[in-house]
């Protein structure tokens, strides 16, 4: 059984002699301590079809294949295809492991292969691979988005991830700008959505890692729910999303266009942790290959603001938690108001303080009246 296993994972699945080295170290204990040895041969087995699981993870970290070769490997093993429409679709034998968290070691060493196959200005438009690699982040939201739902309670999404972030003692950053992610069809008037990212700061174990800011949820400021383009996607009966963009009405387009997204690089916030010369998630993340045309039509009907820094109408009402109590506190009536005067005292001075920073400079109590 244990000579099928490896004739498989080396024949089919692409893995070296290191990663094959490592998987027996693993099931040792299983004859040492004399416990059923076939049980443990299968369900190890199993993991290794399980992206991101620990049997997984250890097999990819330990690999000795060069970055590219390893970032390659992963996406053949989901069968990573892109469409007629430009849509990844992930058709594989593999898939994703059920307990694979945002912070995951896995991420953390994929995440550092991308930056190592992928560095200086051109980042993932170097080749076809890259182009895949920048879709493969849709798929790694899903798994985040799904992750934190299926795994904690609470009335709103963010309660969930809140939760999360808790148990796991994991950091959240309010502070990178959600103005990509607060796309309008109409003349822009205040933000609806704020930006959640995680790690705030790196609490990778491994100096050879960093997932700081790495994993992305993007809220309604109102519903507290996920924004997100997996909420309006279609899967198909074979398992394929419908990547038709004509198969979409404009209400999934918003959702589409103002999605969460991956981050490969380091997105630099409020957090004053990196070289002023990292410019990776400009790179790697920003200045991206194509997106698949439904969210290209999504992105040409809703356009991101400009931001307030360079004369534009979005300036980030959320920095911290208190902001969103302070400005769900406002009417929606009078909303569209109070934000031109922040907005006015944003370009002002040049600072983005969020709504409850902007309050306590200023030293204003407002007495909203209901309309």
């Avoid at 205040?190 to 997932?211: H, L």
């Avoid at 969103?324 to 922040?342: D, G, M, T």
């Amino acid at each position: 059984m244990l000579k099928k296993q490896l004739r498989f994972l080396q024949k089919h699945d692409h893995w070296d002699q290191a990663a094959l080295k490592i998987y027996l170290k693993q099931i040792q204990p299983a004859f040492v301590k004399q416990v059923s040895v076939f049980q443990r041969l299968a369900e190890s087995f199993e993991q290794t079809q399980q992206v991101g699981s620990e049997v997984y993870t250890q097999m990819y970290v330990g690999s000795q294949l060069k970055a590219k070769k390893k970032l390659r490997l992963v996406l053949r093993q989901l069968g990573a295809v892109v469409d007629d429409h430009g849509f990844l679709q992930l058709l594989g034998t593999h898939e994703f492991a059920r307990n694979l968290v945002p912070h995951a070691v896995f991420y953390t060493a994929f995440r550092a292969d991308v930056w190592q196959a992928y560095p200086g200005k051109a980042g993932l438009n170097r080749d076809a691979l890259g182009q895949r690699l920048h879709l493969f982040r849709s798929w790694i939201d899903l798994q985040n988005i799904r992750y934190i739902r299926q795994n904690y309670t609470g009335s709103t999404d963010f309660a969930k991830l809140q939760k999360y972030a808790t148990t796991a003692k994991i950091p959240l950053d309010l502070t990178t700008s959600a103005a990509f992610h607060n796309r309008s069809a109409q003349v822009f008037r205040y933000p609806q959505n704020m930006k959640v990212q995680i790690s705030a700061a790196n609490t990778a174990a491994s100096s050879n890692f960093n997932n700081a800011r790495m994993a992305e949820f993007i809220i309604d400021l109102d519903t507290r729910n996920f924004v997100s383009e997996w909420d309006a996607y279609c899967f198909e009966s074979d398992g394929r999303v419908d990547s038709d963009p004509q198969h979409y009405s404009k209400k999934q387009l918003y959702q589409i266009a103002n999605t969460e997204s991956f981050n490969y690089g380091i997105p630099k916030g409020q957090q004053h942790d990196l070289p002023a010369k990292d410019h990776t998630h400009y790179y790697l993340d920003v200045k991206h290959p194509f997106d698949p045309q439904v969210r290209q039509l999504a992105t040409q009907a809703f356009r991101s603001p400009q931001v307030v820094t360079i004369g534009g109408p979005y300036a980030d009402l959320i920095k911290r938690l208190p902001d969103l109590v302070s400005w769900q506190k406002i009417p929606v009536s009078q909303r569209n108001a109070v934000y031109q005067e922040y907005l006015r005292f944003c370009a002002k001075t040049g600072s983005v303080p969020g709504y409850g920073g902007f309050l306590e400079q200023v030293s204003v109590k407002y007495l909203w009246v209901e309309v």
